[in-house]
């Protein structure tokens, strides 16, 4: 028998899918932990390449043309997405990279007002 065919561990992985989701944006936070910690020239590199490519994105996700892209829902809880948020800032701050933390305080805002756009509203009661 394997451990991964148990019931109980199956269980366990049912509600935690939606990490697989998020295996980059989790790899960016390690690489910044990385970068704030021991100043690695590679990490600076992927950081100051991908801050600006993922501004971009959001940029493009709140603009007019993205409505004619057709986009998957994510199943990956907002909340995950705000630590990640808060905690690339915190440690870019920490590494003193003052415009890939102001990229990633704008990255945070713009995912912020797209979720806020997503929402259903509710309907006034008249």
Known sequence: MWIFDLPLYSDCLAGMNWIKNAIIDIAVTIVIGVYAFTGATWGWWIIAIYTPLMLLLKVFGLSSAATAVQQK??????WFYHLLYAANLVLLLRAEFYWAAAGWAA???LSVVAEARRRPKARKAS
């Open 107 to 109: 990255i945070w805002i």
């Open 73 to 78: 829902a994510s199943d990956v809880p907002a």
